[in-house]
């Protein structure tokens, strides 16, 4: 089966401008969750959606937004940008907000650089 | 504050060796506990922790969890160069499983 599809792989922006990552979940998957990964910071959790709804949010500004398609298909937007959001960011799915044991399916990520 | 630390943050050792990494936490409401491998972009999911006790296994990796002190560790033995990796530990909290709180991570190389 498909994995998780997070679109693009790289993008590069300029200061002050905004962003949408893409992430398409694997099929039945309802829930998804976003991460931003940088070298200093590790892996830092920004929400998560389930049934289009988001149940938890992160300690990140309201720069950082996103939401959840009928489909489970999810975007987050970044706007205002600054230097700092440089980072991978990843996306991960669950078959339900409470599932198993199996854990949560990441993407590849987006690579984000903002000059 | 909610957080995970992992130990050492880089590890290197030789193909055969046998390596255990450490992971602590300190996670309010706290579900069950994760590790990862990280070779590029993607980690990918190894084992989740909820019972105390209890040693999952999968090939040459096992983990066991400790709900009373707190920590995890993540045991590789013959390790291969194709262990080489970040190797992640997450706590899960709160009201659903989408709330992980990632330790830095420990780099493993492995050498021929």
């Known amino acids: 089966k498909a994995g998780v599809t997070q679109t693009p792989r790289y993008l590069i922006k300029t200061r002050g401008q905004q962003v949408t990552l893409s992430c398409s979940p694997i099929?039945?998957?309802?829930?998804v969750s976003w991460y931003q990964q940088t070298p200093g910071q590790g892996l830092q959790f920004l929400f998560e959606?389930?049934?289009?709804?988001?149940?938890n949010k992160g300690n990140f500004p309201g720069r950082f937004s996103g939401r959840q398609f009928s489909n489970s298909r999810s975007e987050m937007n970044v706007s205002t940008l600054e230097l700092g959001d440089s980072a991978l960011y990843l996306c991960?799915?669950?078959?339900?907000?409470?599932?198993?044991?199996?854990?949560?399916?990441f993407g590849s990520g987006t690579r984000l650089t903002v000059v | 504050e909610d957080k995970v630390v992992q130990s050492p943050l880089s590890l290197v050792v030789h193909e055969g060796d046998t390596v255990t990494l450490n992971c602590s936490y300190e996670?309010?409401?706290?579900?069950?506990l994760l590790w990862y491998k990280q070779e590029k972009k993607a980690p990918t999911f190894l084992f989740m922790l909820?019972?105390?006790?209890i040693e999952k296994k999968s090939g040459r990796l096992s983990s066991i969890l400790d709900k009373k002190e707190l920590f995890s560790i993540l045991n590789i033995t013959a390790t291969q160069t194709g262990d080489s990796a970040i190797y992640l530990c997450?706590?899960?909290?709160?009201?659903?499983?989408?709330?992980?709180?990632f330790g830095k991570g420990t780099k493993l190389s492995v050498k021929p």
């Open positions: 997450a706590g899960n909290y709160g009201g659903s499983q989408g709330n992980l709180i």
């Open positions: 991960a799915s669950s078959l339900l907000s409470d599932s198993g044991q199996d854990g949560y399916t």
């Open positions: 099929s039945g998957h309802r829930s």
């Open positions: 996670v309010t409401n706290f579900r069950s």
């Open positions: 909820t019972s105390s006790g």
């Open positions: 959606y389930f049934s289009e709804t988001q149940r």
